[in-house]
Every structure is written in C-alpha cells, then in structure tokens.
C-alpha cells in the first residue's frame, strides 16, 4: 500500500507559497488579532479540560541561554 502525503508534504507540488499568502499577506495588527483569537481558543480548552489545574501547573523549564540573558537584562538596569 502507497503513501499518499498530504500536498503540502509533496516537494513535485508548490503549494507552500499558496498557504502561506493568506498569513503574508496580513498587516501586523491582523497578524496580532490571529494569535489572540488563537490564544482565547486554546485558553478556552484548557479551561474546559477535566484536569485545567494540572495542566496549569505544567511549565517547561526556561534555557541557559535564556536565564543568562534576563540576568544580563537585570544587571543591566542597574
């Protein structure tokens, strides 16, 4: 049995710029809009989720990298 990948997967078709000319062709403030309503709506199912509490304890641990620069950031403001 063949594999069908899905055509944005297919390297013969060029359907990246097609998918994408929607989000390039946004303004900064509309691109802002998308990930807000993106936003409310995860924010809505976590809410909605039978265990929200521990989902809302879950945090990935920040990089070194990011630690050293927000250390730099602070001893900066000095």
């Known amino acids: 049995m063949a594999i069908e990948l899905p055509p944005s997967l297919d390297k013969a078709i060029h359907t990246l ?3 994408c000319a929607y989000a390039k062709s946004l303004t900064p403030q509309e691109r802002l809009e998308v990930v807000a309503q993106c936003s409310a709506a995860a924010w809505s199912q976590v809410l ?3 265990q929200r509490e521990r989902l809302l304890a ?3 641990p920040l990089p070194e990298s990011t630690l050293a620069a927000l250390k730099r950031l602070r001893e900066s403001r000095d």
Do not use: G, M, N
């Open 48 to 50: 909605a989720h039978t």
């Open 17 to 19: 710029e097609k998918e």
């Open 58 to 60: 879950l945090r990935d």
